[in-house]
């Protein structure tokens, strides 16, 4: 592994969010209510900060996505 595993914010690494998408519309629909991944990016952008709630994370190697994690006011 050349670049080991990272961590980054969502917003700094928007590459990445139309695999998260589909990854969550696939775990999480049927809780999440979504009816397509499209519609969980139009979600994710509202997770695209730095200082304020809600913020995401990515974790990521060699170009890969390998996880996400959030933090919101009400979950």
């Known amino acids: 592994m050349r670049g080991g595993l990272r961590i980054g914010y969502l917003i700094d ?3 990445y969010m139309p695999q998260l998408a ?3 519309f696939q775990e999480w629909d049927v809780i999440l209510g979504e009816k397509t991944p499209e519609a969980r990016i139009k979600k994710l952008k509202a997770h695209m900060n730095r ?3 809600p913020i995401a994370w990515v974790a990521h190697a060699n170009g ?3 996880g ?3 933090l919101r006011v009400h979950d």
């Open 13 to 15: 690494h928007p590459e």
């Open 51 to 53: 200082d304020h709630l």
């Open 22 to 24: 589909q990854w969550l």
């Open 64 to 66: 890969q996505l390998l």
């Open 68 to 70: 996400t994690a959030a």
